[in-house]
């Protein structure tokens, strides 16, 4: 079975850059059928889909976060990140990572989401 | 962005009722459509997916159809466990989208 855990701070300082590593077990993240994600959701309101990442270290980014971010993939340790840089308070949100399988395939398997605050 | 667009943002059943919720698109999605249940503090469950297809294990009591841009999404008999918020999300283009949301309450 996979599982997906998120790790990370849960408070970050305005203008400073928030770094997530989602842990993957039960599978390796070095398969070519799957692309690996991220997706927050602030509190109270709807889901938004912030990129994702290939095992060719391809990636695809929301535009509306495009300037401040970067999702990474570290296969030696079966981990994939985000970094979001400059944040402010609009960025507090619970943050999901996500396996997507290749092809028109929906998102198979969540983490529990880690809440990130964004506050000095 | 597809923008979807999801009605009502609200409703409250009671266990046993018939309850439906429609997704719109902004343009075309062709069948890429999902639909999730999210319970409070929970990461969202894929129910169906390609517009009607039902993942593996959901029970059959949930259904979903496609008109065009316009999906519906079905809970034929409510159960204790259904009373959560409801997602619609298009997969056909980047950045894929979400609906706001419905939440499904007891009357």
């Known amino acids: 079975q996979v599982h997906l855990q998120e790790s990370g701070p849960g408070l970050v300082k305005p203008s400073q850059t928030l770094s997530l590593t989602c842990t993957v077990s039960?599978?390796?993240?070095?398969?070519?059928?799957?692309?690996w994600s991220w997706i927050r959701q602030p509190a109270g309101r709807g889901l938004e889909w912030i990129g994702r990442?290939?095992?060719?270290?391809?990636?695809d980014y929301n535009p509306s976060l495009e300037s401040r971010v970067t999702i990474g993939l570290d296969t030696s340790n079966n981990q994939f990140s985000l970094n979001l840089r400059y944040v402010t308070a609009a960025d507090t949100a619970v943050y999901y990572c996500?396996?997507?399988?290749?092809?028109?395939?929906?998102?198979?398997?969540w983490g529990q989401g880690t809440l990130v605050t964004v506050s000095s | 962005d597809i923008e979807m667009t999801q009605s009502p943002s609200s409703l409250s059943a009671s266990v046993g009722d018939r309850v439906t919720i429609t997704c719109q698109a902004s343009q075309d999605v062709s069948i890429h459509l999902n639909w999730y249940r999210q319970k409070p503090g929970k990461a969202p469950k894929l129910l169906i997916y390609d517009a009607s297809k039902l993942e593996a294990g959901v029970p059959s009591l949930f259904s979903g159809s496609r008109s065009g841009t316009n999906f519906t999404f079905t809970i034929s008999n409510l159960q204790p466990e259904d009373f959560a918020t409801y997602f619609c999300q298009q997969y056909d283009n980047l950045p894929f989208t979400f609906g706001p949301g419905t939440k499904v309450d007891i009357k």
């Open positions: 990442i290939s095992v060719s270290g391809a990636t």
């Open positions: 039960g599978g390796s993240i070095s398969s070519g059928d799957y692309l």
């Open positions: 996500a396996r997507e399988p290749r092809g028109y395939r929906p998102i198979d398997y």
